[in-house]
């Protein structure tokens, strides 16, 4: 029987998970996949995710590789996967890929997306799924300084200690904002970020918003490399990993 190469697209509720990748100690989606594959397979299997999204961190398109020795195609697999793994984890795209597709290491692009709800009364069920503000703030404000961290830059200031990198130069694509009604869309486009990276944006967006920093300050961040002038960190649970961009591959057949 030869090795097969699957790649799934997950969807999961970050809430009650400690992240993406798999801890000893600790619940999280990788390790839940991996029981799930192992438990069908009856041999442990070593998952690739394409994004490690952090705890309460959620995802609606997180891709994932794994080869496997099973006469299973691609729909069977799907249908397994969903009948073994809990109901805020599901499979939502499976295919069988070539044999060299690395979820990780070919990707182009990864897209996120981070939620605020702008004031307004807070439901208790949104409380796991957005950053709600006390106090309106001014997306003007906001959409003025977004360019200031599109392309090239050292992001030195806006990423937590704990990385695995001593390179801090990325490139940003774009950040988008929408607004409908209350709520506010971001959206980051970037082929990586660093650790807390997006968050610590985003705090630094809603400061602006709300007067308590300008462009001014927004530059020094990036000027001075100081940790110590974005000490805040925008909540896990407005933050969603939407999409992951691949360069268009070959003889791929999918199970939607």
Not at 8 to 24: C, D, E, I, R
Not at 61 to 71: D, E, K
């Given at each position: 029987?030869?090795?097969?190469?699957?790649?799934?697209?997950?969807?999961?509720?970050?809430?009650?998970?400690?992240?993406?990748?798999?801890?000893?100690k600790f619940l999280s989606v990788q390790g839940l996949l991996e029981y799930a594959l192992e438990k069908f397979l009856g041999a442990g299997v070593k998952t690739t995710g394409a994004s490690r999204t952090d705890a309460g961190v959620h995802a609606y398109?997180?891709?994932?590789?794994?080869?496997?020795?099973?006469?299973l195609d691609?729909?069977?697999m799907k249908a397994v996967l969903n009948g073994l793994l809990p109901e805020d984890i599901r499979v939502i795209n499976a295919s069988l890929c070539n044999p060299g597709f690395n979820a990780r290491h070919n990707v182009r692009k990864k897209l996120y997306r981070y939620v605020i709800r702008n004031s307004g009364i807070m439901y208790p069920f949104y409380r796991d799924f957005c950053w709600h503000l006390d106090k309106k703030t001014d997306t003007e404000k906001i959409k003025a300084v977004l360019p200031l961290f599109e392309g090239v830059k050292d992001y030195f200031s806006f990423t937590r200690s704990g990385g695995e990198t001593e390179n801090y130069e990325r490139r940003v694509d774009s950040i988008k904002m929408t607004c409908r009604g209350r709520d506010i869309f971001l959206d980051f486009t970037a082929k990586s970020f660093l650790y807390n990276m997006i968050r610590k944006i985003t705090a630094a967006l809603v400061c602006v918003g709300d007067g308590?920093?300008?462009?001014?300050?927004?530059?020094?961040?990036?000027e001075a490399r100081d940790r110590?002038?974005?000490?805040?960190?925008?909540?896990?649970?407005?933050?969603?990993?939407?999409?992951?961009?691949?360069?268009?591959?070959?003889?791929?057949?999918?199970?939607?």
């Open positions: 029987m030869t090795v097969k190469n699957f790649r799934l697209t997950l969807s999961y509720n970050g809430a009650g998970y400690y992240g993406w990748q798999k801890q000893s398109g997180q891709v994932v590789n794994f080869r496997a020795h099973t006469p691609a729909a069977g308590e920093m300008n462009e001014g300050d927004i530059r020094k961040m990036f110590r002038l974005c000490r805040h960190l925008a909540p896990p649970g407005g933050l969603y990993l939407v999409k992951i961009i691949y360069e268009r591959e070959n003889g791929n057949t999918s199970a939607d």
